[in-house]
């Protein structure tokens, strides 16, 4: 079985400020992680991903997530805020093998203070 | 290319009623998704299908349904809605050759139900 834990449902920042967002995973084998970010009345679409290769990925919009096997976590980072990152954020898992389906986290809302 | 797209994009029933929804996948995608995002709720996998058949069904109801078609466009069915079936209704697509198994995601139907 797998699952991810977002830590922190709402997030305020201030514009400029730093942003963290949370995530924690559980998986018996080695997993894939996502992040995916969803904007007011619209669909998901895909911040960055970790597949086993780099453990520091790089994705749009100036974020960046690391994984680390040892705190079974994939955080994602952005070092200066944009009021256009307000927005809903969700950390997903699945794994080699599995039935393939993303299991998501609870989402995080990002609030970017003027 | 075009992307996933869904239809209807809004869709209000009563109790009792039954709802249709559509998604069209992404060209030369053969897997197709379904999650619920009810409010408060997250995320939650409702169906995977691929080459025509489901694949895998999340902890829903029989009165969740749904098919693929020839040309792996989908249809997820509701039957006898309650109150409680009101969410934003998300089609993804992927391309069963790839292994990190990203998926696309489109806009969403959004299901309200008096």
């Known amino acids: 079985a797998q699952s991810v834990t977002q830590l922190g449902s709402h997030v305020s920042v201030s514009e400029g400020a730093l942003v963290l967002l949370r995530c924690n995973y559980s998986s018996s084998v080695p997993p894939y992680l996502f992040w995916y970010v969803q904007y007011p009345n619209q669909g998901l679409q895909l911040l960055l991903k970790?597949?086993?290769?780099?453990?520091l990925v790089k994705g749009i919009n100036g974020f960046e997530a690391e994984f680390k096997k040892s705190e079974t976590s994939f955080h994602l980072t952005k070092p200066s805020a944009h009021m256009s990152d307000a927005a809903e954020y969700f950390c997903a898992v699945t794994s080699r093998g599995s039935a393939r389906q993303l299991t998501f986290g609870s989402g995080t809302q990002l609030t970017v203070l003027p | 290319e075009a992307g996933v797209t869904q239809s209807p994009t809004h869709l209000i029933k009563t109790r009792g009623q039954q709802a249709t929804l559509r998604c069209s996948p992404i060209s030369g995608h053969t897997s197709v998704y379904w999650y619920q995002q009810a409010l408060g709720l997250g995320l939650q996998f409702l169906l995977w299908?691929?080459?025509?058949?489901?694949?895998n069904r999340g902890n829903f109801p029989p009165r969740f349904s749904g098919r693929q078609f020839p040309n792996y466009s989908s249809e997820l069915n509701v039957n006898a809605l309650e109150l409680e079936d009101s969410a934003l209704y998300l089609c993804a697509s992927s391309s069963r050759d790839r292994v990190d198994n990203v998926l696309t995601f489109g806009a969403g139907s959004r299901l309200t139900v008096l």
């Open positions: 299908y691929d080459e025509g058949e489901e694949r």
């Open positions: 970790y597949t086993s290769a780099a453990t």
